[in-house]
């Protein structure tokens, strides 16, 4: 059965194609919450096309948005196009998971399909980091369970905020720096934010771990992850697949 999972960042928005056995199409679209059903239909419509596939295809379709105002329309994407109802996590889907943070609610869809996605594939405890438009950094112990973390702003978010709030400063692009001490302005800024990047993570892995007092496996992903490679040997696996991969144990855990 093919199945259609979304998920849904505050930048980029996710669509993913499940034939039962494997996944045979990922597409990424800039999130805007006002996008209609039909838009985003019309869209789709034409990627499936290309994939010799269609609408009446997919039986099936679970949904993770961290964009409260955009799941009415993605819910009617599903109900119109599919004529399925849409699973949706933090709303009708049993994640199966245990949430130990006094609110469970205030956990983000994102931060728990990840948990799922990422106790599926290592053992022990695990520190996740999240790096989107805001970097997450949370702790999922050796049970499954989601035992909270933090939230930073995103790399992407420093670079926008240095070149709208300083008049003098550019706009650039993220690339890891040949040393740290730049020598013009650009180099400046592309040292300050990567390598100020990399003792972000450093510093918070250290002290999420001596807060833990037990061994963590460090998991990074998200869409900068990649950048980091290389740079710190405080992230022990680079995982980019852990929220499809989270999505897809979901809709197995409630398609029964």
């Given at each position: 059965?093919?199945?259609?999972?979304?998920?849904?960042?505050?930048?980029?928005?996710?669509?993913?194609?499940?034939?039962?056995?494997?996944?045979?199409?990922?597409?990424?679209?800039?999130?805007?919450?006002?996008?209609?059903?039909?838009?985003?239909?019309?869209?789709?419509?034409?990627?499936?096309?290309?994939?010799?596939?269609?609408?009446d295809?997919?039986?099936?379709?679970?949904?993770?948005?961290?964009?409260?105002?955009?799941?009415?329309n993605?819910?009617?994407l599903s109900?119109?196009?599919?004529?399925?109802?849409?699973?949706?996590?933090?709303?009708?889907?049993?994640?199966?998971?245990?949430?130990?943070?006094?609110?469970?609610?205030?956990?983000?869809?994102?931060?728990l399909?990840?948990?799922?996605g990422?106790?599926?594939?290592?053992?022990?405890?695990?520190?996740?980091i999240?790096?989107?438009?805001?970097?997450?950094?949370?702790?999922?112990?050796?049970?499954?369970?989601?035992e909270?973390?933090?939230?930073?702003?995103?790399?992407?978010l420093?670079?926008?905020?240095?070149?709208?709030?300083?008049?003098?400063?550019?706009?650039?692009?993220?690339?890891?720096?040949?040393?740290?001490?730049?020598?013009?302005?650009?180099?400046?800024?592309?040292?300050?934010?990567?390598?100020?990047?990399?003792?972000?993570?450093?510093?918070?892995?250290?002290?999420?771990?001596?807060?833990w007092g037990?061994?963590?496996?460090?998991?990074?992903t998200?869409g900068?992850a990649?950048?980091?490679?290389g740079?710190?040997?405080r992230?022990d696996?680079?995982?980019?697949?852990?929220?499809?991969?989270?999505?897809?144990?979901?809709?197995?855990?409630?398609?029964?």
């Open positions: 059965m093919m199945l259609l999972a979304i998920e849904q960042g505050n930048t980029n928005t996710l669509f993913a194609i499940h034939d039962g056995e494997t996944w045979i199409a990922q597409w990424r679209a800039a999130t805007e919450a006002s996008r209609t059903a039909d838009e985003y239909a019309v869209w789709l419509s034409q990627l499936l096309h290309m994939h010799r596939l269609g609408f295809d997919l039986k099936g379709c679970i949904v993770s948005s961290v964009v409260p105002q955009s799941i009415f993605l819910r009617n109900r119109r196009y599919m004529n399925v109802e849409p699973l949706i996590v933090g709303e009708n889907a049993d994640l199966g998971i245990e949430i130990r943070i006094p609110k469970p609610s205030e956990a983000g869809a994102d931060r399909v990840n948990a799922i990422a106790h599926l594939t290592y053992p022990g405890d695990l520190l996740l999240d790096s989107g438009t805001a970097t997450t950094f949370d702790v999922v112990a050796a049970d499954g369970a989601f909270g973390g933090l939230i930073a702003p995103g790399i992407n420093s670079l926008t905020a240095l070149h709208e709030a300083a008049a003098k400063l550019p706009r650039i692009a993220i690339q890891k720096p040949d040393r740290v001490i730049g020598k013009d302005t650009v180099g400046a800024m592309q040292s300050g934010v990567f390598w100020g990047y990399i003792a972000l993570i450093e510093g918070l892995v250290d002290r999420i771990r001596a807060e037990r061994p963590l496996t460090v998991i990074g998200g900068v990649s950048l980091f490679e740079a710190t040997t992230i696996r680079f995982d980019p697949d852990l929220t499809i991969r989270g999505l897809l144990e979901i809709w197995r855990r409630n398609s029964h």
